[in-house]
Each structure stands twice: as C-alpha cells, then as structure tokens.
C-alpha cells in the first residue's frame, strides 16, 4: 500500500511541475506565438517579473485637438493607404501629437488607452536618456571615459576600457550576436541563460568578449544597452527603473503606472520590456519633439537632446549604418531627410520625432513582418508629420 506521506509528496511534485510549465514556462513559450502574442505584449508581467513605474504624483492629461491627418503617402514610387498600412502592420496603437496635442487616436486587437504595450528595443532610446540626465546632474564626468571607470564589475569583459560614447553608438565592438531569424544567436541565448539557468543579467554580462577594438563599426547589439543600464545603477545607486521614475516618468506627469522587466533578482532588463500606455510612451516623444523641454520644464539638457539625435560619425550617417538608417545614442535616424528620428523595437514599436513639425506618432504593433515595414512606416510618419504641417 503506497504510503500517505508519499501520495501527499507526489501531488505537490506534479502540482510545482504544473505551476513551472503553465505558470512559469507557459507565457514565456508563447510570447510570439500567433495566437497570444499580442494579449502578451500587452501583460509581460505575465511571462517576466517586473517592477513598477509610480504614475506622476500630479498626472497631466493632453488636450486633445482631433484633427484629420493624411490617409495616403507614397512609398516605393507608389501611393499607400495608411489605413491598409496600419492594418497589414498588425498595430495595436497608433497616436499622434502635434504641438502638444492628441490629434489623433486609435486602437485595434482589443487594446484600449488604458493598456500598457510594451517597448521592446524602444526602451534603448529611454535608457540613452537616462546617461545624458546622469552627465547632466554630475554622475558621470564624460561620455568618452571607460565605462569601466563607472563599473568595474564590466572588467575583463568585453566592455573593458570601451568608452560609454561607443556603447552609446552601438560601436563597442561586443561580442554579442543579434539575428531575429536565427535563434541560435545571443538575442536569444541570453534569455536561456536568465531565466533556464537562473543567472543573473549582471552575471551573464560578464562572459562577452570582444569582436575588435571599439569605435570602428556599428554593431547592434542589445548588450550595449544593459551595459548602460549597470552603468546608470552604479553611478546613482538607483535602479534603472527607479532613476526613470524620479528623472523621467515625474517630469513628464505620466498618468498611469508603468513597469519594467527584470530578471529572476530584480534586475531591470535595461534593453527592453518598458511597459507603459501609449499616451505616456508619447510624452517622451515630446520631450524630444521640444527640444527636452516639457510643460515648460527642461528635462533633458537641450544640447544632450540634439547630441543624442545627431549622428556622431561619418560611419553612423543616415544611409551608411545601412541602405536606410543612420545612428545617434540609441536612436535610428532615417535616411531621406535630416530633421526627425525614432526609438524603434522588433515586432512594429515606433515612437517617431519630427521636431521641425513638432510632431510624435506612436505606433505599437505585433507585427512578424516588423523589419520589412519600418522604412515603409517612416513614409507614412512624414506625410502625416508634413500634413498636420499645414494645419494653421
């Protein structure tokens, strides 16, 4: 006769295994699977731990000014309809903002205003923010210094004597392969590492090399921006979410909470995973839009704001990174024009800057056909950005 104690043993192994595979494992497995991806990209909580962003203790809504903007624009020598655009593009949210006001709003696959949509590799463009802020408020000294003069756990690492201004352009020279179609590549061996072998992200940052010497080519690699993320923690002693918290999300008067992902000890994943509303994500895009002003507040020093959008080498140029795109601190600049930017994540995340226009679109997507319509998104951002234009 099988023992009680036995039975009881048993039941709670079969019911931990259930928790790890449904609880755990589950939300992980599906995060781009056709038929969850977007109600996950709309609860990462879900599939990583997370911590919160305090919404602004004095909240700011927009005023909202709807205004008709362009339903054609022409890509590829051919007139395109935003509307089919938006819908093949598999967006969740698309807002617009122009002058400071909500123009334009709508959301699709029941997402709602009130949803938090996460970032992906948008957040790269927050955390580049971030470094500014801390030279701004006497942190760090200068951007071309070591990294390792501010975290020496990055020593002999491939991060070792690399100058945070080459981290900022993704011209590090890590050791880190970043190929969405291959998922053999470090994009996604990282997440193996965190959350199979439960390691810390600062304890895999560590086992990178390099690939060669540091400020000779562009590399993306999300690396980069984690390495910034530890920088930020040591030098303010402040999480990257806390120190967002108290810089950013305040200032901006977000009015709703957001969170971030970490991994399993509660280290914030700095190169992804900010999960905000779209009305909020958009108030960073006016901030840039501004010059880093907001509501009359400068948040972000001007000159760090044109620094940060501006490409710092011939090599970083918009159409030398590749055919389409040049490279600022963690900020695509598309080619074509010289005057707007993007913080832009896989799956058709797009907060776009035209401050010539003073205009912001924010689109969030599950969209698998992401990196053959990110130059198609940018036609249609301009001729919305040029239309409200000539708005009186």
């Known amino acids: 006769m099988t023992h009680p104690l036995f039975l009881t043993l048993a039941a709670a192994l079969l019911a931990a295994a259930g928790y790890f595979a449904f609880g755990y494992a589950w939300p992980k497995m599906t995060l781009f699977d056709p038929d969850h991806r977007v109600e996950r990209f709309r609860s990462l909580s879900d599939a990583f731990p997370t911590v919160p962003i305090a919404r602004a203790s004095k909240p700011a809504a927009y005023d909202v ?13 051919k007139a395109r309809n935003l509307s089919e655009f938006l819908a093949r593009s598999e967006t969740t949210a698309f807002l617009v903002v122009h002058r400071g006001d909500l123009v334009h709003e709508a959301y699709f696959q029941g997402n709602s205003e009130s949803d938090l949509v996460t970032s992906f590799s948008v957040a790269k463009s927050f955390v580049s923010t971030l470094v500014g802020i ?3 408020d006497g942190l760090i000294d200068d951007i071309h210094e070591p990294i390792t003069k501010y975290v020496p756990a990055l020593a002999g690492s491939g991060f070792d004597g690399v100058a945070i201004s080459d981290v900022l352009t993704m011209s590090s020279g890590i050791a880190f392969s970043e190929v969405y179609d291959d998922k053999s590549t470090d994009a996604f061996t990282i997440y193996d590492k965190m959350f199979l072998k439960f390691r810390s992200v600062e304890r895999v940052m560590g086992n990178y090399g390099s690939l060669g010497a540091a400020g000779q080519e562009f590399q993306y690699a999300s690396l980069n921006t984690q390495a910034l993320g530890q920088l930020i923690k040591s030098v303010s002693g402040m999480s990257v979410a806390s120190y967002m918290q108290q810089t950013l999300w305040h200032p901006l008067a977000a009015e709703a909470e957001a969170s971030w992902s970490t991994d399993l000890y509660g280290n914030v994943l700095s190169f992804w ?11 960073f895009g006016v901030l840039f839009a501004q010059g880093g002003q907001y509501q009359g507040q400068q948040v972000v020093p001007a000159d760090w704001v ?7 080498a011939p090599r970083l140029a918009r159409g030398n990174v590749d055919t389409h795109w040049g490279y600022g601190y963690q900020w695509w600049l ?14 058709g995340q797009f907060i776009y800057v035209s401050p010539n226009t003073d205009t912001v679109i924010v689109k969030m997507s599950a969209d698998p056909d992401f990196k053959s319509h990110e130059v198609e998104a940018m036609a249609a951002f301009r001729a919305i950005a040029e239309g409200l234009n000539k708005v009186p």
Do not use: C, K, M
Request: aromatic share 10%.
């Open 65 to 77: 000014a709807i205004t008709p903007i362009a339903e054609t624009y022409v890509f590829e020598g």
């Open 134 to 136: 801390a030279v701004h």
């Open 273 to 283: 995973g900010l999960n905000a509303t779209a009305r909020d994500f958009a108030r």
């Open 306 to 312: 044109s620094e940060a959008t501006t490409a710092s």
């Open 334 to 347: 598309p080619d074509g024009r010289q005057d707007d930017f993007s913080a832009i994540g896989i799956w």
